[in-house]
């Protein structure tokens, strides 16, 4: 017998607004697949007012609004029967952040979900790694955000640490990031990897994402320390203009990358990882995940 559903994953991060549908396919006997339908990226970069002044401005706010009633006709439209709307850093940090879930609720019926850095992190620790990892290796799982970044680290095909930072793109661009939490963060990465011969990063993120595609890497290939650092140097000799024109990067993106890949190249250098895996992976493919295996409250489509 085959069944086949759709479930949907709100993650509203600080730096953009995503909604990715999934097709569950259950079929007698065989696993069951997530397959992506639909993925829908708003770059509404609610860090940019939260790290500043500590709340989200009223233009964004109806940014918000529009959005989630967007998402809501996105969802019947293709017929999804389950959701979840999760909100990270930039709303669980804002002063208004609470009363903005209460009022798109009431306008656009979408229930969002604030959760701290621990949970987000066992979110994404709900998207089946096993598919990309080889158990005999060891990795430091590194999720780059725009207001933090969740890292995770796995033996033998178990999570046996993981802890979430405060340092993300546009908090970083917004130089809101001191020495000490980058110290933290070093002593945290060498504390957890020191016990271990060779260590592997596996990056998730739009960043990283972008980073493997430029690299024409073939899926599964990783990319090296070296490609990294030195596309790191090639982007920072570039302006923001000409990182949009010549590089041909989205202009939301254009800025963050440079801070993305000097979190994930601090990572690489203070576990001595000389590769990185970019499985396409993160917080909604856990939260689809997480709905399906009802491991998360959830919501139905109204």
């Known amino acids: 017998m085959l069944t086949i559903k759709k479930y949907a994953a709100i993650d509203i991060g600080s730096n953009a607004v995503r909604l990715l549908i999934s097709i569950i396919i259950e079929e007698n006997d065989k696993p069951v697949r997530f397959k992506k339908s639909s993925l829908v990226r708003v770059p509404i970069r609610l860090g940019a007012d939260v790290f500043v002044q500590n709340s989200i401005s009223t233009e964004n706010i109806e940014r918000m609004h529009d959005t989630m009633l967007a998402f809501n006709l996105l969802m019947k ?8 709307a999760c909100a990270t850093s930039a709303m669980r940090e804002a002063t208004n952040g609470k009363d903005i879930t209460k009022a798109i609720f009431e306008r656009s019926n979408i229930n969002i979900d604030i959760i701290d850095g621990n949970e987000e992190a066992a979110i994404i620790a709900a998207t089946d790694l096993n598919d990309y990892i080889d158990k005999d290796r060891n990795y430091l799982y590194v999720d780059v955000g725009g207001g933090s970044t969740e890292f995770s680290i796995i033996h033998n095909g178990h999570k046996v640490a993981s802890q979430s930072f405060k340092i993300g793109t546009v908090r970083l661009l917004n130089n809101m990031v001191k020495k000490k939490s980058w110290k933290n963060l070093e002593d945290w990465i060498k504390e957890n990897t020191k016990e271990y011969e060779k260590v592997d990063v596996i990056g998730s993120g739009g960043n990283i994402n972008k980073i493997f595609k430029v690299s024409g890497k073939a899926m599964g ?5 070296f490609y990294l650092s030195s596309y790191y140097k090639k982007l920072k000799s570039y302006s923001y203009e000409e990182r949009i024109t ?3 990067l989205n202009q939301d993106r ?13 990572a690489m250098k203070w576990s001595k990882a000389k590769h990185v895996y970019v ?4 917080l909604s493919d856990g939260i689809i995940k997480s709905v399906y295996y009802d491991t998360v409250s959830s919501n139905e489509i109204i």
Do not use: E, F, Q, W
Not at 77 to 84: A, D, F, I
Not at 279 to 282: D, L, Q, V, Y
């Open 77 to 84: 439209t293709h017929k999804v029967v389950r959701y979840k």
């Open 279 to 282: 499985p396409k992976i993160g």
């Open 246 to 248: 010549v590089l041909n």
């Open 254 to 266: 254009a800025d963050v990358i440079i801070p993305a890949m000097k979190i994930y190249l601090s």
């Open 221 to 225: 290939k990783p990319l090296t320390y």
